[in-house]
């Protein structure tokens, strides 16, 4: 089992950078692919990016490809989504989640993930 805390989150301007954080406990992020979901009011949740376990593979939601960035530290057990140049439809509820180690496809699937966050929220106005 997992538990996940995000942080982070907050208001910011057009152009500006944020930097989330998910805290891991009760398991190490070693074993487990890592992501970041959103959802914004009346939109479903969808994927943003994600890491798998050995840290070898990344995935990025075309959306944000070139301004966010994943990564995570494992003795801190503890993964980040860098995020720059931030535009107002990023505005939403950042949630972290844990899953298989390798996910290939599926990365950007919410069922695919068997542990969630509560979630941070972002916005940015223009």
């Known amino acids: 089992q997992v538990q996940l805390v995000e942080s982070g989150g907050g208001s910011v301007q057009d152009g500006g950078s944020l930097r989330l954080s998910c805290a891991a406990s009760?398991?190490?992020?070693?074993?487990?692919?890592m992501s970041w979901f959103r959802q914004a009011p009346g939109k479903e949740r969808e994927g943003v990016a994600a890491?798998?376990?050995?840290?070898?593979?990344?995935y990025y939601a075309d959306s944000v490809k070139g301004r966010f960035t994943i990564s995570k530290d494992n003795d801190k057990n503890t993964v980040y989504l860098q995020m720059n140049s931030l535009k107002a439809e990023d505005t939403a509820m950042y949630y972290c989640a844990a899953g298989p180690p390798v996910l290939g496809s599926a990365w950007s699937a919410p069922r695919a993930y068997n542990y969630w966050g509560q979630g941070t929220q972002v916005t940015v106005s223009s």
């Open positions: 009760r398991s190490n992020i070693r074993y487990w692919s």
């Open positions: 890491l798998s376990a050995a840290g070898g593979l990344s």
